[in-house]
């Protein structure tokens, strides 16, 4: 019976199949399909902006201006993006996971409509406005996406479908890649159609999600609706006894009940989520501080320099972005089997293999005459690196290390850290192409060093266990406030930290170990029958939380 239920938890149901099929197309699509979508045709935008500026003013366009005019555009993207990233939590605490998806579409359809008619209204103002909304799309969904799939599946799917929003990332970007052709709609009559495309999945997602379920831990534990909740888990697992899993989701809502939205600040005071929070902003930094935006920024330059024609660099670029969707699928299917920590280390580790080659092939390009060809294995093997673990792991990993209460600020954190190093990179890497060369990439090799070894130092294996049990693991490193500690007693009406799946009480001859809710008053009912009140030395507490528990 044990082994059914087990089997059963596994499952892959066309209802969630279908959900995270129109979570991640309806909104991962749209990132990185904005991503890439100006880049082709970007000599015909700027071209489009003389010819404004010229109608308006009878003069053309200074070349400070254009460029100042063309960095706003690219630049208000990931501006946006942070952004959108400040916003998840309110949305996500209100409107629910799902509900939050669906307002986002806002951000998608009218930016869409606006940039296909930018030509017709002769504004380039108005590209730039759609670039902020179409980037604050992308910072709602590249942080919510991740939190509602992690929510809806079972335990042994959710490394799978939490790389999923990376997987329709990285279609996304290929899409637009293809699109931007200049065969296709890189022209001077076709760059508003591929900028507008961006609305139709949008509108898919607006029209099919309603039809799915809301996130059964968002049901029970912030709404407090467990019939629903129930509901939710069995249209999800296709069958009715859902028991195990909501008694799970139970002990999470029961470890939760003084903890409330825990806001941002407060999450960056609480000691007990210290490592977990430390780890998200690493990741996020690493994934984006790694080179990875500066690899493709200088990969035309690398293709240009291994004798590719001009022309065909579009195509060598959609190529890339092909084995980029490739190597993405291949972890969809792996990360299971081989755990987020070892794709993590895989991937950083490569990456940092790729940049101190590519260093080195850059420097010497032009006194070996194949060292340009071994700069463009170093650029599929950076891409590979990235595709395998930094790309798509730690926006899942932040799914995993937080509890309910904590998740949403955790996400705005970890999201705002993410497109704040993305508009970094973009903003300072071509004055250090400038002034490094071909060296550039030696910061981004020192970044991945750093990176993997505190992964290697740090970062625990999630794959295979409950959002309790992981949090159980970063308790050994969360180490007590003693001060605060020493001065409790066992009848003490005072607030603690407290979280049922990390506290842990050791006393000094090591006797009571506490893992249970429902085991703490008994204790402390003891303590207190028999006069005996711990104090340091002669007992110590080991308390890690992320909520405050009144004492009784």
Same mark, same amino acid.
């Given at each position: 019976?044990?082994?059914?239920?087990?089997?059963?938890?596994?499952?892959?149901?066309? @209802?969630?199949?279908?959900?995270?099929?129109?979570?991640?197309?309806?909104?991962?699509?749209?990132?990185?399909?904005?991503?890439?979508?100006?880049?082709?045709?970007? =000599?015909?935008?700027?071209?489009?902006?003389?010819?404004?500026?010229?109608?308006?003013?009878?003069?053309?366009?200074?070349?400070?201006?254009?460029?100042?005019?063309?960095?706003?555009?690219?630049?208000?993207?990931?501006?946006?993006?942070?952004?959108? !990233?400040?916003?998840?939590?309110?949305? @996500?605490?209100?409107?629910?996971?799902?509900?939050?998806?669906?307002?986002?579409?806002? /951000?998608?359809?009218?930016?869409?409509?606006?940039?296909?008619?930018?030509?017709?209204?002769?504004?380039?103002?108005?590209?730039?406005?759609?670039?902020?909304?179409?980037?604050?799309?992308?910072?709602?969904?590249?942080?919510?996406? *991740?939190?509602?799939?992690? =929510?809806?599946?079972?335990?042994?799917?959710?490394?799978?479908?939490? @790389?999923?929003?990376?997987?329709?990332?990285? %279609?996304?970007?290929?899409?637009?890649?293809?699109?931007?052709?200049?065969?296709?709609?890189?022209?001077?009559?076709?760059? +508003?159609?591929?900028?507008?495309?961006?609305?139709?999945?949008?509108?898919?997602?607006?029209?099919?999600?309603? /039809?799915?379920?809301?996130?059964?831990?968002?049901?029970?534990?912030?709404?407090?609706?467990?019939?629903?909740?129930?509901?939710?888990?069995?249209?999800?697992?296709?069958?009715?006894?859902?028991?195990?899993?909501?008694?799970?989701?139970?002990?999470?809502?029961?470890?939760?009940?003084?903890?409330?939205?825990?806001?941002?600040?407060?999450?960056?005071?609480?000691?007990?989520?210290?490592?977990?929070?430390?780890?998200?902003?690493?990741?996020?930094?690493?994934?984006?501080?790694?080179? %990875?935006?500066?690899?493709?920024?200088?990969?035309?330059?690398?293709?240009?320099?291994?004798?590719?024609?001009?022309?065909?660099?579009? #195509?060598? $670029?959609?190529? $890339?972005?092909?084995?980029?969707?490739?190597?993405?699928?291949?972890?969809?299917?792996?990360?299971?089997?081989?755990?987020?920590?070892?794709?993590?280390?895989?991937?950083?580790?490569?990456?940092?293999?790729?940049?101190?080659?590519?260093?080195?092939?850059?420097?010497?390009?032009?006194?070996?005459?194949?060292?340009?060809?071994?700069?463009?294995?170093?650029? &599929?093997?950076?891409?590979?690196?990235?595709?395998?673990? +930094?790309?798509? &792991?730690?926006?899942?990993?932040?799914?995993? &290390?937080?509890?309910?209460?904590?998740?949403?600020?955790? #996400?705005?954190?970890?999201?705002?850290?993410?497109?704040? !190093?993305?508009?970094?990179?973009?903003?300072?890497?071509?004055?250090?192409?400038?002034?490094?060369?071909?060296?550039?990439?030696?910061?981004?090799?020192? &970044?991945?060093?750093?990176? $993997?070894?505190?992964?290697?130092?740090?970062? *625990?294996?999630?794959?295979?266990? $409950?959002?309790?049990?992981?949090?159980?693991?970063?308790?050994?490193?969360?180490?007590?406030?003693?001060?605060?500690?020493?001065?409790?007693?066992?009848?003490?009406?005072? !607030?603690?930290?407290?979280?049922?799946?990390?506290?842990?009480?050791?006393?000094?001859?090591?006797?009571?170990?506490?893992?249970? #809710?429902?085991?703490? *008053?008994?204790?402390?009912?003891?303590?207190?029958?028999?006069?005996?009140?711990?104090?340091?030395?002669?007992?110590?507490?080991?308390?890690?939380?992320?909520?405050?528990?009144?004492?009784?």
């Amino acid at each position: 019976m044990e082994k059914e239920d087990q089997e059963k938890t596994g499952k892959l149901t066309l @209802v969630l199949a279908l959900a995270t099929f129109l979570a991640a197309f309806g909104s991962s699509f749209q990132y990185g399909y904005n991503v890439a979508a100006v880049n082709s045709p970007s =000599e015909f935008m700027q071209q489009f902006y003389n010819d404004t500026y010229y109608d308006r003013n009878k003069e053309n366009i200074e070349s400070f201006t254009l460029t100042l005019l063309w960095s706003l555009t690219v630049s208000m993207f990931p501006f946006g993006g942070f952004i959108g !990233s400040l916003m998840v939590g309110f949305l @996500v605490n209100n409107l629910g996971r799902k509900g939050a998806l669906l307002f986002n579409n806002i /951000f998608s359809i009218l930016p869409a409509i606006l940039m296909g008619c930018s030509k017709i209204a002769k504004s380039f103002e108005i590209i730039i406005a759609s670039r902020l909304l179409v980037g604050i799309c992308a910072g709602i969904s590249s942080n919510v996406v *991740p939190m509602y799939l992690g =929510e809806l599946a079972p335990k042994n799917l959710r490394g799978a479908l939490g @790389v999923v929003p990376q997987l329709f990332i990285t %279609v996304g970007i290929l899409v637009a890649q293809l699109f931007g052709l200049r065969s296709v709609l890189a022209s001077e009559e076709g760059w +508003p159609i591929l900028l507008g495309l961006t609305g139709v999945p949008a509108g898919l997602q607006l029209l099919l999600l309603p /039809f799915f379920p809301e996130s059964p831990r968002y049901l029970l534990i912030q709404k407090k609706n467990e019939s629903a909740a129930e509901k939710a888990l069995q249209t999800l697992r296709g069958w009715k006894d859902v028991d195990m899993e909501m008694e799970e989701i139970r002990k999470e809502d029961e470890a939760e009940k003084a903890a409330g939205f825990i806001s941002v600040w407060k999450l960056f005071r609480m000691q007990s989520l210290r490592w977990q929070l430390i780890s998200t902003i690493v990741l996020m930094a690493g994934q984006q501080l790694s080179g %990875v935006n500066a690899i493709y920024y200088y990969a035309d330059q690398i293709y240009l320099s291994a004798g590719v024609k001009s022309n065909d660099v579009q #195509y060598v $670029t959609a190529g $890339t972005g092909a084995v980029n969707v490739f190597m993405t699928m291949v972890t969809v299917f792996v990360v299971e089997l081989w755990g987020r920590r070892n794709l993590l280390l895989i991937g950083f580790s490569t990456c940092l293999t790729a940049c101190i080659v590519l260093t080195v092939a850059l420097a010497l390009q032009n006194t070996i005459s194949w060292m340009p060809y071994v700069s463009i294995v170093c650029v &599929i093997v950076y891409v590979i690196g990235h595709a395998v673990g +930094p790309s798509p &792991i730690p926006a899942l990993f932040i799914t995993e &290390i937080f509890l309910q209460s904590s998740r949403p600020s955790a #996400y705005m954190i970890g999201g705002s850290v993410h497109w704040l !190093s993305n508009f970094i990179v973009g903003l300072i890497f071509p004055f250090i192409q400038v002034g490094l060369g071909p060296y550039s990439f030696i910061i981004f090799a020192i &970044i991945c060093l750093l990176t $993997t070894i505190y992964i290697f130092m740090v970062v *625990p294996e999630t794959k295979g266990r $409950t959002f309790v049990e992981i949090n159980q693991i970063f308790a050994k490193k969360n180490k007590p406030c003693h001060k605060a500690e020493e001065q409790a007693t066992w009848g003490d009406t005072r !607030s603690v930290n407290y979280q049922l799946s990390t506290t842990v009480f050791c006393l000094a001859n090591k006797t009571d170990l506490i893992t249970s #809710y429902q085991d703490i *008053p008994v204790l402390c009912e003891q303590r207190k029958a028999t006069g005996v009140t711990p104090r340091s030395p002669a007992a110590e507490w080991l308390v890690s939380s992320e909520q405050d528990l009144a004492w009784r």
